[in-house]
């Protein structure tokens, strides 16, 4: 209990402190934001501060904070601190940049950033690269509430049932101005699912649970390495490049830069603190990263979710809790959808304002992920957490480099030099390492991935005495 707590604490103190100082050094101003400046009544509409929080922490939510937290909790406490450093270091970091990024770009996509910054190659890379992700992710995103609703609901209206619905839904929320279906829905699902964190945590200390208390040795059962495979499993909740893709969608809505740090870094950090919830509950519940390992291979993660949230929190405060499971999925997946229209709109200048247009990219943007959802989810889920990570690396050093080109002191910079570092190292190692990659022994994979990641810095650090070579 007194790691989770201080966990929370801690997260608090990085809001309030370390997310001062990135503001401080992004310097936000009074300037027309996109959103003031042309609004379109489709992406570029201007909205409260209040709503755009919420949205935010939704589509950025997903089962991330959940699912990852579940699997990363399997590790062991040493999770917590993934958690809460990496949200406050790099998490909050990432997400507060790509959207004030976007902001200064008039609302540009995450693949037009790096494009700005790190150049042309990289934002063919880009563009494709998170095309693929949001499509991924869009799938996962439709499996997993899709198998939660099914439990809830007769046999005839079975996943596939579910499937189909959801995709229909994410069909209106693609297509309409986002102040409608998704500005309209997304405070009453905000409240559901803060109210379902809070049940739980009030579940596990009404039930006399035994809370997880901080060690830093591994407790996965197989002894399966920390390095890197808990800092991939654990992304939403930690840092996830899938939130660079929302960032921009909500930089459209903003009316003031100065609100910047409370819906991106704010966001972030709300939604750690989901994350934390559920990895204190996956091991307080079954007792030992054994139980918890054991019953996600029986159960699967979504069958792990329900039967924490029903024995909890009993028949009505589950079904509560397993709503608020699925609006994160499904409010994460209609905004992969859109930000993949908007991707694809940006890419080939296609005007956004015409609902025939808007129409001609989505469905083909559905159908693929309709075919994907006909792919095991295990296999998509580990595809979607390589490339996830590998996205926010890419993210942090368009930051770093934009921080370079607009005047910051080095040591500014490194506040998205450091973690873009680190998750290189991480992404690197993970897909040599992993099944879905290489398969490659520690003693090749931690090596190499080690070299890519300080070639990586060397030649951000090149890149930095160049251009200061030139301002000269």
């Not at 499996?143 to 046999?155: G, K, Q, Y």
């Not at 709503?323 to 890419?347: E, K, M, N």
């Amino acid at each position: 209990m007194i790691t989770l707590i201080c966990a929370v604490l801690l997260l608090a103190v990085g809001y309030v402190f370390y997310g001062k100082l990135v503001e401080r050094v992004f310097r936000p101003d009074d300037r027309p934001t996109p959103a003031v400046a042309h609004p379109d009544g489709v992406d570029y509409i201007p909205m409260k501060n209040w709503r755009v929080f919420l949205i935010q922490l939704l589509n950025i939510a997903g089962t991330g904070p959940i699912f990852g937290a579940l699997l990363g909790a399997v590790f062991g406490p040493v999770v917590f601190l993934w958690i809460v450093f990496g949200s406050i270091l790099g998490g909050a970091v990432h997400d507060y940049m790509s959207g004030m990024i976007s902001i200064r770009m008039n609302g540009a996509s995450i693949s037009e950033i790096v494009g700005a910054y790190l150049g042309p190659a990289a934002k063919q890379v880009m563009r494709v690269f998170s095309l693929i992700l949001l499509v991924l992710l869009g799938a996962v995103f439709t499996t997993s509430p899709a198998l939660l609703i099914a439990r809830l609901t007769p046999e005839w209206m079975n996943a596939g049932f579910w499937v189909v619905v959801i995709l229909a839904y994410y069909l209106l929320a693609t297509l309409l101005p986002i102040d409608k279906l998704i500005g309209k829905l997304y405070p009453i699902f905000g409240a559901v699912l803060l109210m379902m964190a809070v049940g739980i945590i009030v579940g596990l200390i009404a039930g006399g649970y035994q809370l997880p208390e901080l060690t830093l040795t591994n407790l996965h059962p197989d002894g399966r390495p920390v390095w890197p495979y808990m800092f991939i499993t654990v992304a939403c909740g930690a840092i996830s490049g899938f939130h660079g893709t929302q960032s921009p969608m909500m930089a459209r809505c903003l009316t003031s830069e100065k609100n910047g740090r409370k819906i991106f870094y704010g966001a972030m950090i709300s939604e750690s603190v989901i994350a934390l919830v559920w990895a204190a509950a996956g091991v307080a519940f079954y007792g030992a990263t054994g139980g918890l390992q054991a019953a996600l291979a029986e159960l699967g993660q979504s069958g792990v979710v329900y039967d924490i949230s029903v024995s909890l929190l009993g028949t009505f405060g589950g079904a509560l809790a397993i709503i608020g499971v699925v609006v994160c999925p499904v409010s994460s997946g209609d905004t992969a959808f859109r930000s993949a229209r908007l991707t694809i709109a940006d890419w080939f200048h296609i005007d956004q304002a015409s609902l025939p247009k808007r129409l001609a990219v989505t469905v083909p943007l559905l159908a693929a992920g309709a075919v994907l959802t006909q792919v095991d989810f295990d296999v998509v889920w580990r595809y979607f957490s390589w490339s996830n990570q590998t996205l926010a690396m890419i993210t942090l050093w368009a930051a770093a480099m934009y921080l370079v080109r607009h005047g910051a002191k080095p040591w500014h910079s490194l506040l998205c030099a450091l973690p873009a570092t680190f998750m290189s190292a991480v992404s690197c190692t993970y897909i040599l390492m992993a099944e879905e990659g290489f398969r490659l022994s520690q003693t090749i994979a931690y090596p190499v991935g080690i070299a890519f990641a300080a070639a990586c810095a060397a030649l951000y650090v090149y890149s930095t005495l160049k251009r200061k070579e030139l301002r000269l």
